[in-house]
C-alpha cells in the first residue's frame, strides 16, 4: 500500500482530471516528443491520450520518451489506434470534436478560437510532414497558432503544450467544475492510479534484487 501521503497525492491527481479532454498524435515517430506531450498532458490533468499508428512503426507509449516524460508516460491511458481514417470516426462516432493543430491560411487563429467544447480532441501531426490529409478533411475544424518569426513551425511537443494551455485557460473562464470529472471517472482513475502504483513497486524491488545479485557475484568473483 503507498503511504497516506502518496496516497493523497494519487487522489488529488485523480480528483483534477480533466473531463471531455483528450489528445490524438498521428504518427509521431520521436519518443522523445510523445514523452513531452505525455508531461503536458499530465500537467493539465488529461489522463488519456490517442495514438495513431498509420505509416510509422507501431511501439509501446509507455516505454518509450521516459526521460522527456520524467515517468509521468506511465501514469496515463493509451488507446492505440491502427490507421488515421477508422480512428477519427470512430471518435466522432463517440461524439468527440474534432479540432486539427495545422499550418493553413483557412484555420482559425488560436487566439481567437473557442475551444470551450465539453468534449475535445485535439489533433497533432508528425515531426516532418504535420497531419495527414486524411486526418485534415476528417477534422472538424483546423486551428493554428501564427508565427511571426522566420520558422513557421514549433516543435509538435511545444504545439501541444501551447493548446493544452489554451484549452485549460478558456476552460477555466467557463467554470472548472463543469469539466470535472464526475465521481465514477475519479475513482476508476485511482484505482488505475493504486495499480500502476503497485506494478513500479514490483518492478523496482526486482531491480534492486537484480543489482544486489549482482554487487554480490561480482565479490565473489
Known sequence: MPTDARLNKLKRVAAQRQSGLTVVIEDVFD?????????????FGIQ??????????????????????T???????????????????????EGWQLVAAALDPNAESI????????????L???????????????ADRL???????IAQSM?????AALFLYEVTRQRRQQGPEAYAADETTQQKTLDYFLEM????????????????????????E
Not at 48 to 69: A, L, M, Q, W
Not at 201 to 214: D, L, P, S
Open 48 to 69: 488519456e491520450i490517442n495514438i495513431i499508428f498509420d505509416t510509422h512503426p507501431e511501439f509501446d507509449p509507455k516505454e518509450v520518451g521516459k526521460n522527456s516524460s
Open 124 to 138: 497533432f501531426g508528425n515531426e516532418k510532414d504535420g497531419l495527414s490529409d486524411q486526418a485534415l478533411q476528417l
Open 155 to 159: 516543435n509538435v511537443s511545444v504545439t
Open 111 to 122: 487566439f481567437e478560437a473557442d475551444l470551450s467544447q465539453p468534449q475535445l480532441a485535439i
Open 31 to 43: 519518443p522523445h516528443n510523445l514523452g513531452a506531450i505525455a508531461r503536458s498532458c499530465d500537467a
Open 197 to 220: 502504483h503497485r506494478h513500479l513497486n514490483r518492478r523496482n524491488k526486482r531491480q534492486r534484487q537484480k543489482r544486489a545479485n549482482e554487487r554480490l557475484s561480482q565479490l565473489n
Open 71 to 93: 515517468a509521468t508516460n506511465k501514469w496515463l491511458n493509451y488507446r492505440v489506434h491502427q490507421g488515421s481514417a477508422n480512428a477519427l470516426r470512430a471518435l466522432k462516432a
Open 143 to 149: 486551428v493554428t497558432i501564427p508565427m511571426r518569426g
